[in-house]
């Protein structure tokens, strides 16, 4: 069985959601997002299995790194807080070790197998009434079996926390702005980018296409693994600028390659203090603040359209932007003009 919500091929998935939720004592959802109008029409449903005795475990995938509209963050804050009331693993979590964009429902009971379905509808009217969508019944036990067992990993302990205990930003809202503000350039020294000339320095390039292929790269250390702060006592992600390119050694042996201290005279007249260390000196970063060189890439991506904000940097972004290569060209030991 499917549902699209088209009524040629199964209708809506809404009204088997809402059936299965009143006739089941175990209800697991995994879904990338959530809709306000949605959570707050099976609240009482959820609260109701909770209190009998049963289990609701809700997990919102996206949350944790693109925040939440903040009427349903606060409604799903307050339906965690009631559900915590019950005790035992009833709640409202988020995945905060990397991006989680699946839709997976699965009601159980005494009486019968589990039911599950799994396809492209988020947890919203969109997904479960509105959008063109896929979703089927799920019928093969071994599949049923690793399905469930999935669940238990992505609700365990390593990756999914209480949205009570994650700092989820509410979007709009001046933290959620203050995520992405533009302001790590702003005391840097300036200088007249027109005045060097580029023709007789060499140069060699670093290939961002090359680090973009994983979520998780150094390009895109905010989908990693978020981080206790001890001041809120919440998981945090890490800073949206974050970044340290790490170059492969076809590159940093390059005997144009810096190594240690140098600055970084840019295409756009900022200059940036930067190093590279570890193995081979492979890793270049800003220094001191790891934000600077991450603003200064992700700033120019997000001001060309290229980029939106707490989504990863993609091929597609590099492609948009029309170029995906840093080329460093040197002046000296200790400088060098870096454009992208």
């Not at 396809?119 to 599949?143: M, P, V, W, Y």
């Not at 049923?144 to 989820?168: H, P, T």
């Not at 359209?305 to 002046?331: C, Q």
Request: include cysteine.
């Amino acid at each position: 069985m499917i549902f699209t919500n088209t009524a040629d091929y199964g209708g809506s998935l809404i009204d088997t959601i809402s059936t299965r939720i009143k006739t089941s004592n175990s209800v697991n959802i995994a879904s990338g997002y959530v809709s306000y109008d949605i959570i707050s029409k099976f609240e009482p449903d959820i609260l109701k299995i909770a209190k009998d005795g049963g289990l609701v475990r809700i997990l919102i995938g996206m949350a944790f790194y693109e925040g939440l509209a903040k009427r349903t963050l606060t409604q799903l804050r307050k339906i965690e807080t009631k559900l915590n009331q019950f005790g035992g693993q009833n709640g409202i979590y988020v995945c905060f070790t990397r991006r989680l964009h699946c839709k997976i429902y699965c009601f159980s009971n005494e009486k019968t197998s589990p039911v599950i379905y799994v396809g492209s509808s988020n947890f919203s009217r969109s997904g479960l009434k509105e959008n063109l969508e896929c979703t089927a019944s799920i019928n093969d036990e071994s599949d049923k079996a690793n399905i469930i067992s999935y669940l238990d990993y992505i609700f365990s302990e390593k990756n999914a926390i209480s949205i009570l205990n994650a700092d989820i930003v509410a979007i709009g809202s001046s933290s959620y702005k203050k995520r992405i503000e533009l302001d790590n350039l702003s005391e840097l020294e300036r200088f007249d980018s027109s005045n060097i000339d580029l023709s007789n320095l060499p140069v060699f390039e670093f290939s961002l296409s090359h680090i973009v292929t994983s979520e998780k790269s150094s390009l895109n250390v905010y989908f990693g693994k978020g981080r206790w702060n001890r001041a809120s006592g919440k998981i945090v992600p890490r800073p949206w600028y974050e970044v340290e390119l790490i170059t492969p050694r076809t590159v940093n042996k390059n005997p144009l390659y810096p190594k240690g201290k140098f600055l970084a005279y840019t295409d756009d007249g900022y200059i940036i203090p930067m190093k590279t260390s570890g193995a081979y000196f492979k890793n270049i970063r800003s220094e001191g603040n790891l934000e600077i060189l991450g603003e200064w890439i992700k700033g120019k991506l997000q001001r060309n359209n290229a980029l939106i904000p707490l989504t990863p940097v993609t091929e597609d972004s590099l492609e948009k932007y029309g170029n995906d290569k840093i080329r460093f060209y040197k002046i000296d030991d200790k400088k060098y003009y870096m454009s992208f």
